[in-house]
């Protein structure tokens, strides 16, 4: 058992978001579709899958993070619905003669090959969004055909806005996704900042489409106990101020939360000493990356994400002493806060502070 995976936490390594479960599963039960929003790496992926395989529900998910060309999306979802189909039909020959006969009309074949159902698409066939219409038509045939509710995951789907000005694919998937009752929709990404573009803005047509989902970190009693239980089941040591410095030093980020704790569970004593230990030779390895992430900032946005890290977060940024630490006017201040939130270095907490938001950063900052 991987108790802190680095990759998708599922079955026994999912901790906690039992209202977000909860609230998900609602809306697929519903046919409401769902945008998850978080920052990077907070766990929506994981959200999405974990309730899918728990709901039971037919799934088919896309993953449009390697797409780089519209062609690229349509065999992306192809390739999904292959897997839907082979999790439907058991048996191989079965499943190549459904994917066939569902697509029969279009320029699309599927035959089996040693990595299992593959898929051929004519390249020069219509326009893409029309293909993508017909690949959604044949899914709600198949939901119809088998009587079952059929759950579609995009996720990273900032890339469609990222390939394509033309907003025809994402028309095509409102039009199906306001009216079909036995299709739901999930729809995820990474770039909070890009999926906001598309499903804020009043002339895009994803405007007011979706019920939305935000993810927070996870909560630190939740989190105590999970660690706790998972040293008892894998015969670890480790007490309850330790597992207190593992949240306070990740800031309960799940992914930071799994690294830190998947290097630990290498001992079979944890004690305080180890974690810090752990987390500062883990800082020291990580540093060059921190070093690129930073660059990508100006120089007034990173002087005031420093100053974050160091203080551990403000309230107010625009106040006189935070413009002489940071030797900028206001106006200057806010916009690089403004930056820095957009492109998710910071956020502001429950209680109106800004904090930087990655605690790696925030540690190699504060130690400099
Ligand atoms: N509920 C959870 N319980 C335990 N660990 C989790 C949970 N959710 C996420 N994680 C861990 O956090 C990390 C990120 O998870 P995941 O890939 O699902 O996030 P994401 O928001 O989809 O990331 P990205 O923005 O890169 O797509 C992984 O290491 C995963 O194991
Ligand atoms: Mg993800």
């Known amino acids: 058992m991987d108790y802190f995976p680095l990759s998708l936490a599922s079955g026994g390594a999912f901790c906690n978001r039992e209202k977000e479960q909860k609230h998900l599963k609602y809306n697929l039960l ?46 992306i979802m192809l390739k999904g619905v292959g897997s839907l189909i082979g999790r439907i039909e058991r048996g191989p020959k079965k499943a190549v003669k459904l994917a066939t006969d569902l697509f029969s009309g279009l320029s699309i074949k599927f035959s089996l090959d040693t990595l299992g ?33 059929i759950v579609l995951l995009f996720d990273e789907f900032q890339r469609l806005y990222q390939i394509s000005e033309n907003q025809a694919i994402e028309s095509v998937i409102r ?32 405007y007011k489409l979706c019920d939305r989902i935000t993810l927070d970190r ?5 989190y105590h106990h999970y660690i706790s239980t998972a040293a008892i089941e ?32 290498r001992l079979s004593t944890i004690t305080m000493d180890e974690v810090n230990h752990s987390w500062h030779h883990y800082t020291v390895e990580e540093r060059s990356q921190v070093a690129n992430e930073l660059d990508m900032l100006s120089a007034s946005q990173r002087k005031c994400l420093t100053i974050l890290a160091r203080i551990n977060g403000t309230n107010s940024p625009r106040s006189s002493e935070f413009q002489i630490q940071a030797e900028m006017p206001g106006t200057t201040i806010t916009q690089a806060i ?14 109106g502070y800004y904090k930087s938001l990655d605690p790696l950063i925030s540690y190699v900052l504060a130690e400099e």
Request: aromatic share 8%; net charge positive; hydrophobic share 35%.
């Open 30 to 75: 519903e046919s409401r579709p769902t945008l998850i929003i978080a920052p990077r790496r907070y766990g929506k992926t994981s959200l999405a899958m974990h309730t899918l395989h728990d709901s039971k529900l037919h799934f088919a998910a896309f993953d449009f993070l390697s797409a780089v060309t519209l062609h690229d999306i349509e065999k």
């Open 117 to 149: 159902l593959s898929i051929e698409i004519n390249k020069k066939s219509i326009d893409p969004a029309t293909n993508i219409l017909n690949i959604l038509e044949r899914i709600e045939k198949l939901s119809s055909q088998y009587n079952k509710k």
């Open 175 to 206: 039009q199906i996704a306001q009216s079909s009752k036995q299709l739901s929709f999930i729809f995820s990404g990474s770039n909070r900042h890009i999926l906001h573009q598309m499903f804020n803005d009043r002339n895009r047509p994803f």
């Open 218 to 222: 996870i909560d630190e009693n939740a």
């Open 234 to 265: 894998s015969s670890k040591t480790i007490d309850s101020k330790a597992i207190h410095r593992v949240l306070e030093l990740t800031e309960l980020h799940p992914y930071y939360v799994n690294v830190l704790c998947s290097r630990l569970w």
């Open 338 to 351: 403004n930056i820095l939130e957009k492109k998710d270095y910071i956020y502001k907490d429950a209680k």
